[in-house]
């Protein structure tokens, strides 16, 4: 050999292969251990048995992917990404209770660079170190004796082969104790690091592939005003509030015993014109998948089956002639106002409102007029209608969203590393979002009603939160569990409207009766139906079934 030091430390592709997979599969998913370790199932020495075959199991699926990967220049860098992707989503799923789907991972790939840091943290560096950096370092500084092409393929593929039989033998093996569990406990299937990310990753971008291959369908085409819409008539002017992250259950509108809304009550306690509708369900449980959802004309079900992109609500309110503008305080609209105005607060440097290049929430109330002011005139006059994009109760620094005046329920936890603070300061940070909240949908109630009495325009207010939150509640933290095992808390969301008398008697609508029903079981299913009800937009896609104000009309 000509250098025989070197051939000596040099290792094939199947040592660092069958270490990695090892490693991950024992290291990598100390969540999915950690879980599965209690279960009665696995009581005795059967499941001691059982939990080796799984390790073995995703062993060999790692060791059958990364095979097929042993090329030069390639298997490196995945091992890599691997081990830095079981390290950082297994810190997430430990310390928070979330689990790995495509939506999660939708999610992961639509973050900013503020939601990011806001979950960096020392424990989470900690674990890179301690799951990816050193392993990795020690494992990938080994150069690597790759053959010739085709030597390796057969190489490649054998080592594949190999571990495929393993991989089929242990499920053969374990199949009933395999079966039982994955049907008992759902969420495992979740956990199994880092495939649930590799699949997770594939399913979205074929998902993701298979709906930007087809054009966007049109809808609403024979979108039109309705007859309240009469020459000389007052225009509407109706704000939608798409909220983030506020669950019912805090919300003191709907019973919470701390006054988490004194403002809104307050508002709720001189008359008719607000209504808090105390069971609406959410779409999804993060706002990657609830938002584009919430603003569709197909529902839940359907939006979730279908492959097809469609145009959303802003787009037929914006085709029956009315003026339409989504205003940003997060992490943008998720394609839903790509083709009507738009007015992002990132960035602002508004005294008081804006530090760090991010705003309080009410940015989004200032210079309302001016906005409104600037839009095109003609469609002006026939009708205003604003989206508001809250930051809410984004989490998990729930104290950044929250002015000092606001903070009402104290201590409160001033950690973005929810566990280390006692989960009564959790629930003080995320309470005080909701006061906050409260005070800006407030401020946004007193603004419409001076635009009624001052100015001229009938108008309206809706507020719904996208998805709910977890505080601790069986160590569950934060939101995004696939919507089957989401806790009641992630998925029961808190949703009202505000209306003004002009536009009670614009519509016909009686308000009380609005309250009487508001205790009925509603969802995101119900939203584009009730916007185009409070507009007065005529169109085939309208189902008066769904609207919850037709019946008080
Ligand atoms: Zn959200």
Redesign the pocket.
């Known amino acids: 050999m000509p250098d025989g030091h070197a051939a000596q430390r040099a290792w094939r592709p199947r040592t660092l292969i069958l270490l990695v997979s090892a490693w991950l599969a024992l290291a990598g998913n100390l969540p999915l251990w950690r879980t599965i370790w209690p279960l009665p199932e696995l009581a005795g020495w059967r499941g001691t048995v059982f939990a080796a075959g799984m390790a073995v199991w995703i062993a060999a699926a790692l060791t059958m992917l990364l095979s097929l990967l042993a090329w030069k220049g390639i298997l490196k860098p995945v091992v890599a990404l691997l081990l830095v992707t079981a390290a950082a989503s297994s810190y997430f799923m430990l310390q928070y209770g979330v689990v790995i789907d495509a939506t999660m991972m939708a999610n992961v790939a639509n973050t900013d660079v503020r939601e990011a840091r806001d979950l960096l943290s020392w424990p989470l560096l900690l674990n890179i170190v301690f799951i990816a950096l050193l392993p990795g370092w020690w494992l990938l500084r080994r150069p690597l004796a790759m053959r010739r092409f085709g030597p390796q393929a057969v190489r490649n593929l054998v080592g594949a082969a190999l571990a495929l039989l393993v991989l089929l033998g242990v499920t053969l093996l374990a199949f009933q104790d395999l079966a039982s569990l994955m049907r008992n406990h759902k969420q495992v299937r979740y956990l199994v690091n880092p495939l649930n990310t590799v699949y997770a990753s594939g399913k979205l971008a074929f998902d993701h592939g298979s709906k930007a291959s087809r054009p966007l369908e049109a809808i609403g085409l024979d979108a039109r005003l309705g007859p309240t819409h009469a020459p000389g008539q007052r225009a509407p002017l109706v704000v939608l509030v798409v909220g983030?992250?506020a669950r019912a259950a805090n919300f003191s509108l709907g019973g919470y015993a701390r006054k988490t809304n004194p403002e809104l009550e307050a508002i709720a306690a001189q008359g008719p014109a607000l209504a808090y509708y105390s069971a609406v369900r959410s779409c999804g449980t993060?706002?990657q998948a609830?938002l584009p959802c919430m603003f569709s004309h197909l529902g839940k079900e359907a939006f979730e089956s279908t492959r097809q992109p469609y145009e959303n609500l802003l787009d037929v309110l914006q085709r029956a002639g009315l003026a339409v503008v989504w205003i940003d305080n997060q992490s943008g609209c998720k394609g839903l106002c790509d083709r009507v105005g738009k007015v992002d607060t990132f960035g602002l440097k508004t005294p008081g409102l804006c530090t760090e290049g991010e705003c309080f929430d009410e940015i989004l109330l200032a210079g309302l007029d001016a906005r409104i002011a600037a839009l095109d005139p003609a469609r002006r006059a026939r009708g205003v209608v604003l989206v508001l994009h809250q930051m809410g109760s984004?989490g998990p620094a729930y104290y950044k969203r929250v002015p000092p005046a606001f903070k009402t329920f104290m201590p409160e936890c001033a950690s973005n590393v929810l566990q280390e603070c006692p989960r009564t300061d959790v629930v003080n940070a995320y309470d005080n979002t909701l006061v906050y909240t409260d005070h800006v949908l407030a401020g946004l109630a007193r603004w419409l009603q001076g635009q009624a009495t001052q100015g001229g325009r009938d108008t309206a207010m809706v507020y719904v939160s996208?998805?709910g939150e977890s505080l601790g509640e069986n160590n569950l933290y934060l939101h995004g569990l696939p919507y089957a095992l989401a806790p009641d808390t992630q998925t029961h969301v808190p949703m009202l409207s505000w209306v003004s008398e002009p536009m009670a008697r614009r519509l016909g609508l009686r308000r009380e009766c609005l309250r009487e029903n508001a205790a009925a079981p509603l969802s995101h299913d119900n939203l584009f139906h009730a916007m185009l009800g409070l507009l007065d937009v005529q169109t085939a896609l309208y189902r008066r079934e769904l609207d919850w104000f037709a019946p008080c009309r």
């Open positions: 983030e992250t993060n706002t609830s984004h996208d998805h």
